[in-house]
């Protein structure tokens, strides 16, 4: 498929149940981080086409890691993750310009319609 896609959650197993849903949809280019900071970082380094980040995370939160994200490229693309309940959390990450949020827990095919709405 050609897309970079990156997944950012301090849950490994959360991480690891998009990688497993993108790739039985084709998705190779998948790219990890533990937490908003190393998010920052690898953004930077890697320019994935997707972000896939959840919102409660130890370092940096997903609402600043977006922020941090934005302020160095205005054109990423980025999908909030996050439990019920966080709803004032996940109106603030739209209006600082994520694309879609997902709630958690979340069915496979939700993510594949998120992820082909904003790559096509």
């Known amino acids: 498929m050609g897309k970079k896609i990156m997944i950012v959650d301090d849950a490994a197993f959360m991480r690891m149940t998009i990688k497993n849903c993108l790739t039985k949809a084709g998705y190779s280019e998948l790219i990890e981080a533990e937490d908003g900071a190393v998010a920052v970082d690898k953004y930077a380094a890697e320019?994935?086409?997707l972000v896939?980040?959840?919102i409660t995370m130890p370092n940096l939160t997903g609402i600043e890691a977006l922020q941090?994200?934005?302020a160095g490229d205005a054109g990423a693309k980025v999908v909030m993750c996050s439990a019920m309940g966080q709803e004032?959390?996940?109106v603030?990450?739209?209006?600082?310009?994520?694309l879609d949020f997902i709630v958690k827990p979340f069915k496979p095919d939700r993510i594949l319609q998120t992820v082909t709405k904003i790559l096509g």
Do not use: C, H, N, W
Not at 92 to 98: R, S
């Open 47 to 49: 320019k994935p086409d």
């Open 52 to 54: 896939i980040m959840d």
């Open 68 to 70: 941090k994200i934005k």
């Open 88 to 90: 004032a959390m996940v």
């Open 92 to 98: 603030e990450a739209i209006q600082l310009g994520a």
